[in-house]
């Protein structure tokens, strides 16, 4: 592909690409220049309690803030007047070919704050050739996403005993999904201050404050609640479990958190011996974690502080990434956590990753405009990176590197 075709304004993006949206929906998109656009729009169309579920973190939200200032503690260091004509975002990870190196991370709820949410989601990254992360607090039954993309990878957590951890791997090997991703960061409940300060819980609790909300976002009640409920019932958690957990509306049901606090690597063992498909591990920091994880088995880590959202003060992924990938260096690293940019996801490779994730953007995307809203996101991504690949100076991914196109802030060129 030239660089031409791959790079375009984009109202052009939106004309070529994009056949199905409404008028109404091409004209928001064109103002999107960037996935921090879209969460302007997404904090327009949603109700409080809803928007501070996807943006807000644990405690005093140091770790999210880090999470994205990380990525200024680098910059580019470009090379001038080499053909950059041919450069390519192609990526190759587990055997198959993506677009891009860059996927849609698990995203919890996502049917609450978009239409038929998690198959949005899955149909968008189809699309686009990019891998989708289904999570196991989603509200759509894993096997209706599996249909809308039989690519998608399917994200657990750990339930709190043996039986039920083999009765949901039947389930998800039965669903048929190729690559388990193993969440391992949520042995006690975050505390999110947060989403109690928003008026959020999980089940919701049916309000004054939450009904005046929704009368505020009629665009939300209608488009997304209440048609979620007339064609679908209340939705309910479907995949933390073989079985159906609790609904997302009730004024007396609580929701199982159960404490994981007991669980350790023994588990993990279990699993990967029960699990035939690709195996990774997401959530960690440390490289002796990082190690263990190998040994026993895992195909792949996912690097990763769950966003911020679990211990405020954790390291940002992108200081622990090059840690963890000199501690491993026969399996691919990815990682998460404050990719917003193009540059973050370069700067992500030249530090040894091997893939990337981002969860928010494309929540606010999928309740913004479905999914031309998350084609629309990932373009952006994918246009960034070709057009800062050209400006620093490579052709291939696999051209980046620490010290050539990107250095520590600290040793810059003076």
């Known amino acids: 592909m030239s660089s031409n075709e791959s790079i375009k304004t984009n109202k052009t993006t939106i004309n070529t690409v994009y056949s199905g949206p409404s008028k109404r929906t091409t004209r928001l998109l064109s103002r999107v220049l960037s996935l921090d656009d879209f969460e302007i729009e997404a904090k327009k169309l949603l109700p409080r309690p809803i928007f501070g579920y996807i943006s807000g973190a644990a405690e ?3 770790s999210r803030k880090r999470n994205r200032e990380s990525f200024d503690d680098y910059e580019f260091l470009p090379r001038v007047l080499n053909d950059v004509s041919k450069r390519t975002t192609t990526t190759e990870l587990f055997g198959k070919t993506y677009a891009a190196p860059f996927g849609i991370a698990p995203i919890g709820l996502s049917a609450l704050y978009a239409y038929r949410g998690d198959i ?6 189809a699309q686009e050739n990019v891998p989708m992360i289904l999570s196991g607090t989603s509200l759509i039954r894993l096997e ?6 039989p690519d998608a990878w399917f994200q657990a957590y750990l339930p709190g005993d043996d039986a039920n951890i083999d009765a949901l791997l039947q389930r998800v090997e039965k669903a048929n999904f190729k690559t388990l991703v193993l969440t391992v960061d949520t042995c006690v409940p975050a505390n999110r201050e947060n989403n109690v300060r928003a008026g959020f819980s999980t089940p919701l609790k049916p309000s004054f404050r939450l009904l005046l909300d929704g009368i505020l976002h009629p665009r939300w009640s209608i488009g997304t609640f209440l048609k979620t409920i007339t064609f679908h019932g209340i939705p309910h958690f479907e995949n933390s479990y073989a079985h159906r957990g609790a609904p997302i509306l009730s004024p007396t049901v609580e929701r199982d958190f159960s404490f994981r606090d007991h669980l350790n690597w023994s588990h993990v063992e279990r699993i990967r011996k029960l699990w035939k498909g690709t195996f990774v591990i997401k959530g960690i920091l440390n490289p ?12 792949g880590i996912i690097v990763s502080n769950h966003g911020g959202r679990q211990l405020d003060g954790a390291i940002a992924p992108l200081h622990a990434l090059p840690a963890i990938v000199q501690a491993c260096p026969n399996i691919p690293v990815m990682m998460d956590s404050g990719i917003r940019r193009g540059g973050d996801v370069i700067k992500a490779l ?3 990753a091997s893939f ?3 969860g928010r953007p494309f929540a606010y995307a999928s309740s913004v405009a479905g999914e031309a809203g998350v084609q629309h996101a990932l373009g952006i991504l994918k246009s960034e990176m070709m057009r800062n690949m050209a400006l620093v100076g490579v ?3 696999r051209d980046i590197n620490i010290n050539e196109q990107v ?4 040793k810059r060129v003076r």
């Not at 250095?407 to 600290?410: N, Q, R, T, V």
Request: net charge negative; charged share 25%.
């Open 120 to 125: 949005v989601l899955a149909k968008g990254a």
């Open 407 to 410: 250095i520590p802030y600290s």
């Open 356 to 358: 990337v994730f981002a």
């Open 60 to 62: 005093n939200n140091v």
């Open 350 to 352: 030249a530090l040894g």
């Open 395 to 397: 052709n291939d991914v």
């Open 288 to 299: 002796e974690d990082a190690r263990k994880a190998v040994e026993i088995g895992a195909d």
């Open 144 to 149: 209706e996403v599996i249909k809308a993309n």
